[in-house]
């Protein structure tokens, strides 16, 4: 399965990319006033498509399809969930940084997921308890997030967005730690930084889906991090009606005391 996956998200990450060399394509506004595009729909479409052609009993949920009921999901053992642009809205802005997220979800807990980042042409990956691992030009390399020499006083470098307000995030931290910023794009590539040791920490302050996480936890996980709630409990998959996050946090080394780092609050969205 996961190397069907892998094969899926390159093939939707030409088309984004072909799409978005040529600009060929339109932009609207969703009903929550976040963008979407043609690409968006089209990339979607092909993913569902590849998906129901290899798997055909097993699920799917996207960001831009229609949502199943929540009675008839919370009756699925497995699904998979996607975001066929992750980072729209860098996609849009033509900075580069956006990707493919295709995860696999087994008993309500992401167990393979697939990052597809078009336009820096690599590939991030992993699948439960088999590590985690990135693929350039057919180079493959096990990864893994950055080890402190110091937990308690080693700078931090936190992944920061190029799109969104950066004093909401710093007004979280408690610490009195050297911060080094990492402006970068979608909260899927934030994570991969993390996952492969180019960034310590991400705090996501704002509506996402689980389409936006499911894959990342893997990746993440796989490479000695985790993602979780301001109130540092794990996030949780197609467990209630509504298939928002939480605010939530993308932590690398775990000997670092994250705790100390972040003032904690009270989980929203759900």
Wanted: hydrophobic share 35%; glycine share 6%; net charge negative.
């Amino acid at each position: 399965m996961l190397e069907k996956l892998k094969e899926i998200a390159f093939e939707a990450g030409g088309v984004i990319l072909s799409m978005y060399d040529r600009r060929d394509y339109k932009t609207a506004e969703k009903k929550d006033d976040s963008p979407v595009t043609t690409a968006d729909l089209v990339a979607s479409e092909l993913i569902e498509d590849r998906l129901k052609q290899s798997f055909p009993d097993i699920p799917v949920i996207s960001e831009e399809s229609e949502h199943q009921d929540y009675n008839e999901r919370r009756q699925w053992k497995a699904y998979f969930i996607i975001d066929p642009i992750d980072g729209t809205q860098e996609f849009i802005s033509r900075s580069g940084d956006f990707a493919v997220n295709i995860a696999y979800v087994e008993n309500n807990e992401p167990v393979i997921g697939v990052i597809f980042w078009p336009v820096g042409e690599t590939l991030y990956y992993a699948r439960k308890g088999a590590g985690a691992f990135k693929q350039k030009e057919n180079e493959k390399q096990s990864i893994s997030v950055r080890k402190f020499s110091d937990p308690q006083a080693d700078p931090i470098i936190i992944a920061i967005s190029r799109q969104q307000a950066r004093e909401p995030v710093f007004n979280r931290l408690q610490t009195k730690r050297d911060i080094q910023p990492l402006p970068t794009g979608s909260c899927s590539l934030k994570a991969c930084f993390i996952a492969e040791g180019k960034a310590d920490c991400f705090l996501r302050l704002g509506p996402t889906g689980e389409w936006d996480t499911a894959a990342s936890q893997v990746i993440v996980g796989e490479a000695g991090g985790r993602i979780v709630n301001e109130n540092f409990e794990p996030i949780t998959y197609n467990r209630t009606v509504s298939l928002l996050n939480p605010n939530f946090l993308v932590l690398g080394d775990q000997s670092v005391p994250w705790e100390e780092v972040f003032i904690a609050r009270q989980a929203r969205f759900r």
